[in-house]
């Protein structure tokens, strides 16, 4: 059974600064990793998907990396603005009992204090 | 190209009754998941649908059931509703057989039960 874990689970940074974000996930037989933003009482918006033969991608100031082997994950934001403050989730499909099953984490709640 | 919609925005039901959610997938998107987010939790998978057939669920019971239809449009029912099914419902599309690609999610739907 694939479990995501998020840590840390809140995170409060003065504009301006770098920061790193963890997923980690037990079942390394995942076929991408997807991380996701998401404001207050909204939906999802994707951020970056890694494949699981690749081992980074990268979309302006955010880089995400998967280390399958290890089983973790990392969205690294460069530069943190207080438009960056929403939960950030990561997640990634693999298969369970003969069917496909998608295990989000429990996000990270990002604060970019002005 | 428009997003992925979803129908009613919020929802109040009683407790025994039936509901019907509604998603329309991006155009050209053949496979659709749907989602339980309660509050201050991740995303939980309930089932993915792939070109009208059921190929991926979740942890939820028979009550939780759904259809998708040609014209890229899906649904969600929920019977004998009870209180802890109070949450925000995600569909997400993707093209192709979704286990490689990217999700993009609607908006959600609100459900209340009272």
């Known amino acids: 059974k694939q479990e995501v874990t998020q840590i840390p689970a809140a995170l409060s940074v003065p504009e301006g600064e770098n920061l790193v974000l963890n997923c980690s996930f037990t079942d390394s037989a995942i076929y991408n990793l997807q991380w996701f933003r998401q404001d207050p009482g909204k939906g999802l918006t994707s951020l970056l998907l890694i494949q699981s033969s690749q081992r980074e991608q990268t979309s302006g100031r955010l880089n995400a990396s998967l280390d399958k082997s290890s089983g973790r994950s990392t969205l690294y934001i460069a530069a943190s603005q207080p438009g960056d403050s929403a939960t950030y989730l990561c997640a990634g499909p693999s298969r369970s009992g003969g069917y496909q099953k998608v295990t989000f984490g429990t996000g990270t709640k990002l604060q970019v204090i002005p | 190209e428009t997003g992925v919609t979803q129908s009613p925005t919020h929802l109040i039901k009683t407790r025994g009754q039936q509901v019907t959610l509604r998603c329309s997938s991006q155009?050209?998107?053949?496979?659709v998941s749907w989602y339980q987010q309660a509050l201050g939790q991740g995303p939980q998978f309930i089932f993915q649908y792939y070109r009208e057939e059921e190929n991926g669920r979740g942890n939820f019971p028979p009550r939780f059931s759904g259809l998708q239809f040609p014209n890229y449009s899906s649904e969600l029912n929920v019977n004998a509703l009870e209180l802890d099914d109070s949450a925000l419902y995600l569909c997400a599309s993707s093209p192709g057989g979704g286990r490689y690609n990217e999700q993009f999610f609607g908006p959600g739907t609100r459900l209340t039960v009272l």
């Open positions: 155009s050209g998107h053949n496979t």
